[in-house]
């Protein structure tokens, strides 16, 4: 047997060093959905002072759609100290309020929430986006009264399938996603807040996908330093396995440049959110569908065009169903959950860590489908701290929705 030379012992002690633990971590409940108060939360949302939002499909009240389904309810986790208490915020009412928000909640100005949802509203039924007012009772701001608006009302050749979640910019204009619009492949669209007490929100068209460039832009679109917008198709391109894309706002005309489409080796569905690091890279993951999931990167070249880097595949163990993207700390790792797989089959955190120009893969809690959830819903969010919250989509209370469980929101540490 050929001994190892010094200089591969010194490599491999300074990786073994640099290596992230195989521990796993204690993950705590926040909260467990009784479906009177919601069930099936989504991704969180979290303030400067680290209260969380969010958003539950079902649960609140049954008077939705012709079958009588639950409407959906929107939710307030505040920080009091080291631990949160529960708040109600608002529940759906029926099919003209919307029913199903299926998207994070975006905290504007004032700590106004926007969010949409999935289904009905005032104009045919394609879904709806809205706002959530705080708004004071009492002189010192002691109680709050949220009030709830619908901003637009999707009609059956304007939008449908709003998955992805809203950005807002310093002006105060919402850009968002569809999955469809009138036979075509989705859109990428602008909502404007009114210009006078008389007029209301007016929807400008930034995009539409018509297969090559993509399809089902499932994701939300985030922005970089100068105003462009980026974002990942769920299909399309040339073998249909999906693209990401870059709209840049020329004069009053937005213009679109296809940065990347799918093959296989590189990965097949990308899904979720993307994230922009300071440098300019972008980091996605696919869903796989018949091969692994992954991680990628996208890195422009001096040239302008953009390269790919397939990061890491997910094997089962590890986590299957990735359905939602990535979220970055400040020292560059970066942290998604996968909605199944892992030990018990119910879903796993995962940790993604650059070392050496190559990316560690660690696990960092595997859910048992019990009292902790099952399904876990992503993108997470950071605080200051470094902890990490989420949602389950089913788990808790196992005596909710039929033994399913309606879900849970949930805290875990990094550290």
Known sequence: MKAKSPLNLAALAVLLALAPP???????????????????????????TGNLYGST????????????????????LTKQNSSFSFHSLYQFQNNQDGFSPNSPLTIGPSGILYGSTLDAGIEGGWGTVFSLRPTCVDLGCRQLLWRKAILWAFGECDGAGTNGGLVQDSAGNLYGTTVEMCGHTGQVYELSPPKGLNSGWQKTLVHIF?????????????????GNLYGSTLGGGNLNLGTVYKLALQGQTWSETLLHTFTGPDGIKPIGNLVRDGSGNLYGVTNGDSQPGGAFELTPTPGGGWKVLRLFSFQPGQGQNLASGLVMDANGNMYGVAGYGGTFGHGTVYKLTPIMGKWSYSKLYD??????????QGPLVLDASGNLYGSSAAGGDLNCNNGIGCGTVWMLSTN
């Open 367 to 376: 859910f048992t489908g019990g009292n902790d959830g099952s399904n876990p």
């Open 22 to 48: 195989a521990h796993t971590q204690t993950l705590n409940v926040l909260h467990t959905f009784e479906a009177t108060d919601g069930a099936g939360p989504g991704a969180l949302a979290i303030d400067a």
């Open 57 to 76: 499909t079902a649960g609140g009240i049954q008077n939705c759609s012709s079958v009588g389904r639950f409407c959906g309810t929107l939710f307030e």
């Open 210 to 226: 018509r297969g090559p460039d993509g399809r089902w832009p499932e994701g939300p679109v985030v922005f970089d330093t100068t």
